[in-house]
């Protein structure tokens, strides 16, 4: 009997080793727990409000379009007894999160768009058009203490590098792949470029829908959380436990594996009818690419970071997280 319950105890404190080593190995936003816990929500995180229509009825039209949430950054709207409050608009099976869309001078002299979610009242832009980078996300910051800082539409042609690193200098973790002028093409380049710098960015594709008839265009972000909860979106998000999907995109990813970047680890991409699997480093180079459903890449080291991207069978891309590589 003491035998016995001597190797329950080795046994147990075996399986909590293992348990804490997949912890280690992992890095944040990692799926080491358990899927039963978890599920995929489909979002867009930068939707603007259709004036010509109640807000309420806009919200359900989105709802049924197929969305379980959007970030709802209202424009012109200064006067906070106008603005909705989200709460009032979300339900057990549909989340608004308030948000809002400023645009602050870049390097250029132009007005650079960024997203902040949540947030309340938009920056009147009296204010926020006299302001830089720097300066409008200070004052984002203090309107909205934690808020998620996002980069939009970098591939306009007003966001340079510069720039970026600007707003990463200033808090910003997010930038949208989206090219403003173009609703299938993706601007990876300038992510492809921060990330060779060693600025660390999740990706995001959105539909900047300004109305109605931009829904399900683009693309969007697939969020994986406990909930369907403004806390548990955004912290799913803060922690990179989500893809950014092309509108159309006819496969699923299921799970994806993202490690510390240490060399010998493995990323894994897994899931149901991908053609095939890139993973990509420094540069943009393609470090592999896998056939099928079930892909890995072991770090090697020195490629600088890693991402995936998995393509259907029609070539329509879902971007996963990056890591940073290192020996």
């Known amino acids: 009997m003491i035998m016995a319950l001597r190797l329950e105890w080795v ?16 890095a944040p936003g990692a799926t080491n727990s358990s899927p039963a816990r978890k599920r995929w929500f489909i979002g867009d995180l930068q939707h603007h409000e259709d004036g010509s229509r ?41 989340l608004v999160i ?7 001078q870049g390097s250029r002299s132009l007005w650079n768009h960024m997203g902040f979610m949540p947030f309340g009242i938009p920056m009147p832009e009296t204010i926020t058009d006299y302001m830089n980078i720097t300066q409008g996300i200070a004052e984002a910051e203090r309107r909205s203490p934690g808020c998620l800082k996002v980069i ?31 609703p299938v093409q993706f601007a990876i380049d300038l992510w492809d470029q921060a990330l060779s710098a060693g600025m660390f960015f999740y990706a995001t594709i959105s539909t900047d829908a300004h109305g109605l008839g931009g829904i399900r265009r683009r693309g969007y972000v697939r969020v994986r959380a406990a909930r369907l909860t403004r806390k548990d979106i955004l912290g799913a998000l803060k922690a990179g436990d989500f893809l950014a999907e092309e509108e159309g995109f006819a496969a699923a ?13 493995e ?6 009818d991908i053609a095939e699997v890139r ?6 180079k393609r470090l592999a690419t896998v056939q099928g459903s079930n892909a890995a890449y072991t770090i090697a080291g020195n490629e600088g970071y890693v991402r995936a991207e998995a393509l259907d069978a029609a070539g329509l891309r879902c971007f996963t997280q990056p890591v940073m590589v290192s020996k």
């Open 11 to 26: 046994f147990a404190a075996t399986a909590l080793a293992a348990v804490a080593l997949l912890a280690c190995d992992a």
């Open 54 to 94: 109640p807000i309420t009825e806009h919200v359900a039209i989105v709802k049924k379009a197929g969305y379980d949430f959007i970030c709802l950054q209202y424009k012109d709207m200064e006067d906070p007894k106008r603005v909705p409050d989200a709460k009032a608009l979300s339900s057990d099976t549909f």
């Open 98 to 104: 308030p948000g809002a869309e400023q645009a602050f």
């Open 152 to 182: 939009h539409h970098p591939g306009d042609g007003r966001w340079l590098l510069a720039d970026v690193k600007t707003a990463y200098e200033g808090g910003t973790r997010f930038i949208e792949l989206n090219r403003e002028e173009n």
């Open 253 to 265: 990813v299921t799970d994806v594996v993202r490690p510390r970047g240490k060399a010998g680890q």
């Open 267 to 272: 990323y894994r991409v897994l899931g149901k």
């Open 279 to 284: 993973f990509i480093g420094r540069a943009g």
